[in-house]
């Protein structure tokens, strides 16, 4: 027994043991170059040695795989808040979000009264093709129930998706029915797309929301284009606000559509990994049009890549809030057990070369996600003289425009955050997802009205009529949120537009909605309106001369003021 045991702790113990050399080494690296081979090697056999002595002579019996699962976190976080180790079940699904496709069924839903509620079925998916509709509810997976607690999105996520070509059979109840419906489902390719928008939000300017870096974004966006460029598109708004990033390889296949050939859009480089420069080739489609990049708290990573190349390029104009700060490279290593880590090999820097990694110290990653909140109370969301510039790390754009390092890529146009109307009975009824919970009961009831309206301002202008607002004051207080009538109309606007967006969205989907938002969103209406003044293209200071500071090599920290 003790011997088949030791046999199937090889892999983790193999596993933790190149992890811990790995890591260990990289720390010590730099203060004991001369030993760092003995160092790794003296390192990883006492942390094999404890867990052998564990599973031998511990007082308890231990599963020491379980051990090693919940080690690995824990050793990566005592390096940077984004190494990460993924366990085997949850790399698939973190893998199909940046891929751009993953098998399922092809329906989007959400877990109401412990059911499985239909919001919108994939078009052209294998639910859509065997008559599934939006509003049906799933109370069973091949032959048994599955309503009750058992529901949780994670244990859904597991019955509904599964292998290219498998076989699902869903027991169905349909609004208006009095039989159970069933259904069998063939499983197959679901794509997830990476740009949430495309379309002219005026008569001469397009918009375009990005959601990710994935796979699939480049393709996406080229097809996009293409569409807008048939439109007669004259300018164009790139919109990353809350895009988290994802593969830097596709931020440099978008920036390099925009930038003439030989400009410099991003370069890494780590204790290990050589500087290397990634520059446009010049066969971009859209290098002369004029460009505003959106950004906020939200957009990091791959998203601070393209707004970086744009900003330092002086290609286009940002406008928004300033980026989360995350300019750490993360390399996936697999296991053969099918989890992963993602290990910081280098840091990437912009054009002008600024890292813009926000602060942090290892090991303290708790302090390191409270950044957002720590900007929010301190006022930055609200006023761009809150904003603390790290004036020791000063470099110039390639007009000699100032811009800092330090942490995030503040936008050369600061928009602050709309608070117009907030008031604690919003928050609170949109914090219990009150909202949400009631526009799909109200899109449920009346889905075959709102089925008359085919695009947002039509929708919009019937739900006008409606009288949500008292409608939705009496869910709420049915569901425990006491009736606040001052708040509440103090926060009408805000009630409406997250009312009528939300069942827009449920009929229209997420174009339709960002469509709508869209008319109401102050930094976007900044963003026309610099357009239509034809202010996209930054220019160089005036009170600036050509000087070496302003011609500076392209990657190089130029001299501070």
Not at 283 to 293: A, F, H, R, Y
Request: hydrophobic share 35%; aromatic share 8%; net charge neutral.
């Amino acid at each position: 027994m003790a011997n088949d045991q030791k046999h199937r702790l090889v892999p983790f113990l193999l596993a933790v043991s190149l992890v811990a050399g790995v890591l260990i080494g990289t720390f010590y690296a730099q203060h004991f170059a001369g030993n760092k081979l003995g160092i790794i090697n003296t390192s990883s056999n006492k942390l094999n040695a404890l867990l052998h002595i564990i599973n031998e002579q511990y007082v308890d019996t231990v599963r020491i795989a379980d051990l090693v699962e919940e080690a690995m976190p824990q050793i990566l976080s005592e390096l940077d808040p984004h190494s990460s180790y993924i366990p085997a079940k949850d790399l698939e699904a973190v893998n199909a979000d940046l891929k751009g496709s993953f098998s399922g069924i092809g329906v989007q839903f959400t877990i109401q009264d412990d059911t499985i509620h239909i919001n919108s079925v994939i078009q052209g998916g294998p639910s859509e093709k065997v008559g599934l509709l939006a509003g049906d509810r799933i109370i069973s997976v091949d032959d048994s129930a599955f309503v009750g607690k058992i529901v949780t999105n994670s244990e859904a996520m597991r019955r509904l998706k599964g292998e290219k070509g498998s076989k699902v059979k869903l027991g169905i109840y349909r609004p208006g029915e009095s039989d159970i419906l069933y259904f069998t489902v063939v499983r197959g390719d679901i794509p997830v797309k990476s740009i949430d928008a495309a379309y002219m939000i005026t008569d001469q300017f397009g918009y375009v929301k990005v959601n990710k870096f994935g796979e699939t974004t480049y393709p996406e966006l080229l097809i996009a284009l293409a569409k807008l460029r048939q439109a007669d598109m004259k300018g164009l708004i790139i919109d990353l606000r809350g895009n988290t990033g994802g593969y830097m390889a596709a931020a440099i296949q978008m920036v390099n559509e925009f930038l003439p050939a030989n400009r410099l859009i991003v370069y890494t480089e780590g204790r290990k990994s050589p500087r290397e420069n990634y520059t446009s080739n010049g066969t971009g489609s859209s290098q002369d049009i004029p460009l505003i990049v959106l950004t906020d708290e939200g957009s990091a990573s791959a998203s601070e890549i393209f707004a970086g190349a744009i900003q330092d390029n002086d290609r286009g104009t940002i406008i928004g809030r300033r980026s989360f700060g995350k300019g750490l490279v993360q390399q996936p290593i697999e296991f053969t057990d099918g989890s992963a880590i993602r290990l910081t090999i280098a840091r990437y820097y912009t054009p002008s070369g600024r890292c813009i990694q926000k602060p942090y110290q290892k090991g303290n990653g708790g302090e390191y996600e409270l950044d957002i909140l720590n900007r929010y109370e301190h006022g930055e969301f609200f006023s761009a003289d809150s904003i603390k510039q790290n004036k020791d790390e000063i470099y110039h754009t390639s007009l000699g425009r100032t811009v800092y390092g330090g942490g995030g890529i503040m936008p050369d146009i600061f928009v602050p955050q709309d608070t117009a109307g907030m008031t604690s009975y919003y928050r609170m009824a949109a914090s219990r997802g009150l909202i949400i919970r009631y526009t799909l009961d109200y899109t449920d009831k009346n889905r075959q009205q709102l089925k008359e309206y085919n695009t947002p301002e039509k929708l919009a202008e019937y739900l006008s009529r409606q009288n949500l607002l008292q409608q939705f004051a009496t869910y709420a207080e049915q569901k425990g949120l006491k009736r606040r009538n001052i708040l509440m109309y103090k926060s009408r606007k805000l009630f409406e537009e997250s009312l009528y967006g939300n069942i827009i969205y449920n009929m229209l989907g997420i174009e339709a909605f960002i469509s709508y938002l869209n008319h109401t969103d102050t930094t976007v209406q900044k963003a026309l309106e610099v357009l239509e003044k034809g202010e996209s293209f930054p220019k160089a200071p005036e009170a600036t001369a050509p000087s070496e500071a302003t011609t500076a090599p392209q990657g190089t920290q130029s001299a501070k003021a």
